[in-house]
């Protein structure tokens, strides 16, 4: 019995070692199960590790690198060597450039209208006498360096032109002389042509400009010249407005006469202007009769001329 209980004892020993070294052995020669194959994929994982249900596979780390000192620090975003350059270039922000581009603007500008404020209205010691003759030592009222004379002096001028039947004009001119010796003067002329009983064609020309009038101060000769802008609105009441220049003379021979010629040049739209008149004065006291003769012309068109009369005041 005893000899019959050790060999069963024995042989189910064989029999569980067998059985235990196959199932090593074929775990051994099993490869481990792949997440990503379509079998394990979709498997619940066990409820001991949730937190692995959706990780992806793990991948090997490259070797790590050497970093540079200045490499840029965590939230600096890196830029190229085109950024680089155009930083190094700039040397600042664009917020900071254009804040400075509109800095040096502005105080060139400011510079700018700082220099030809003070050489246009600054007082240069020019002095005026109120009227042409005013003074018995100037026979003319443009320019003197006398200080007990007047800063400023101011002239205004109308008249009116008949040009042919049907057509006339009329206009008005104004002047201010400055301490600086540069003087503002202003003139508009309007235009009348009757082309039927009931219907007018009209037409305005107008000129601005700053003159340089210190030629010949305590003299009885003046000459002036100067550059400004000047429009012409046609008869469909169209502007066009272009860069004018002007020349002006004044004479004052002898109480109470004075002659004035003047011209200037405008090219509205391409068409060459050329505005011209020579005037005689006769003055009492401030105020001025005058007759003369004007031309607007158009190199390009018709003229518009014929004689003027009319009256100024000077101040």
């Known amino acids: 019995m005893r000899i019959n209980k050790l060999l069963i004892f024995v042989a189910s020993l064989l029999i569980v070692f067998s059985l235990s070294s196959l199932l090593l052995l074929s775990a ?19 409820k001991d590790r949730p937190e692995e249900k959706d990780r992806p596979p793990e991948k090997p780390k490259p070797p790590e690198k050497t970093e540079p000192d ?102 008005m001119y104004g002047k201010i002389l400055m301490p600086s010796g540069f003087n503002l003067d202003t003139s508009f002329m309007h235009y009348t042509e009757r082309v039927t009983t009931s219907r007018d064609e009209k037409m305005d020309y107008w000129a601005l400009h700053f003159n340089l009038g210190a030629f010949g101060y305590d003299s009885n000769v003046v000459v002036e010249a100067g550059l400004g802008t000047a429009w012409l609105t046609d008869t469909e009441r169209i502007s066009h407005g272009s860069l004018s220049a002007q020349v002006n003379l004044d004479f004052f021979p002898a109480e109470p006469w004075s002659i004035h010629v003047g011209a200037s040049y405008a090219a509205p739209t391409g068409h060459s202007i050329y505005n011209l008149e020579a005037l005689g004065g006769w003055h009492q006291s401030h105020f001025e009769l005058f007759l003369g003769y004007h031309a607007l012309l158009n190199a390009d068109g018709d003229n518009l001329d014929g004689p003027i009369f009319g009256f100024a005041f000077w101040f």
């Not at 051994?28 to 066990?46: A, C, L």
């Not at 190229?80 to 060139?108: A, I």
Request: proline residues 8%; aromatic residues 14%; negative net charge.
């Open 28 to 46: 051994k020669d099993t490869p481990p199960p792949n997440k990503d194959h379509p079998e394990h994929k979709d498997k619940p994982k066990g």
């Open 70 to 171: 200045d490499k840029p620090q965590k939230g600096d975003q890196k830029k190229g060597r085109l950024s680089k350059f155009f930083s190094l270039k700039d040397n600042k922000t664009p917020k900071e450039g254009n804040e400075d581009e509109e800095d040096d603007d502005d105080v060139s500008v400011s510079f700018m209208f700082e220099i030809w404020g003070e050489i246009i209205f600054g007082d240069h010691n020019f002095r005026y006498s109120s009227y042409p003759y005013g003074d018995p030592q100037k026979l003319g009222v443009y320019v003197s360096q006398d200080l007990t004379q007047n800063e400023f002096a101011l002239q205004f001028r109308s008249y009116y032109q008949p040009i042919e039947q049907g057509l006339w004009s009329y206009g």
